[in-house]
């Protein structure tokens, strides 16, 4: 007859054992999932990224289209004010032709009538005369609705070259409604409203506000 006294610990052993060899078994999972939460929290880092850099791109690209617009000058027809490879910034956002006045810098898709040399595209010129008022030239001078135009922007010395065709101050030229005269600051070597006509106020595609690259380095002055 077995002892009873004998049975508990050979029972009690095995017990213990299958006890203690369960420790590190049972640490394999912890690590296993320790591992997947870091992936996961990779992915999830990453997936956040990948939509910030998204909804950058998607900003940059409505602020292009709607807001602003960065452009280059191609030609010296704009010097001094703009010299050839300065970068611009276009409003394109809140403005539209009603908001142009005399002195402004705008930029407006390519007269159908342009026939001078150069790159195609789109133009950046000054506004000379609005809508309904009347333009002539006389020598270097302007005139504008009879009255000579004010050209602070100007060099002291900046020969007109081409006068205003067909106008004079007995038959000034009078703007058509809804369209604008454009010259370039650099009037002996422009082609602008003198060559091609006044522009309609739907191809003004926005005005200048913004000099961020003059010269050949940085450089920011707004108009």
Known sequence: MADPADADPEGTEP?????????????????ATGAGARRRKWRRALTEVGVMLVAAA????LVRTFVFQPFWIPSAS?????????????????????????????????????????PPGDLVKRVIALPGQTIYSSGNTIYIDGRPLAEPYLPSYDPLGLQIPRASRQHPYRVPPGEFYVMGDNRADSCDSRFW?????SSIVGKVVLTFWHDGHPDFHSF
């Open 15 to 31: 017990d213990a054992a299958e006890s203690t060899e369960a420790d590190p078994t049972s640490e394999e999972p912890t690590e």
């Open 58 to 61: 998607l900003l940059a690209f």
């Open 78 to 118: 704009m010097t001094p004010t703009l010299g050839v490879y300065d970068r611009i910034l276009v409003q394109k956002a809140f403005f539209s032709w009603h908001d142009v006045h005399e002195g402004d810098i705008v930029v407006f898709s390519q007269p159908p009538l342009d026939h001078c040399p150069g």
């Open 197 to 201: 006509g006044p522009i309609t106020g």
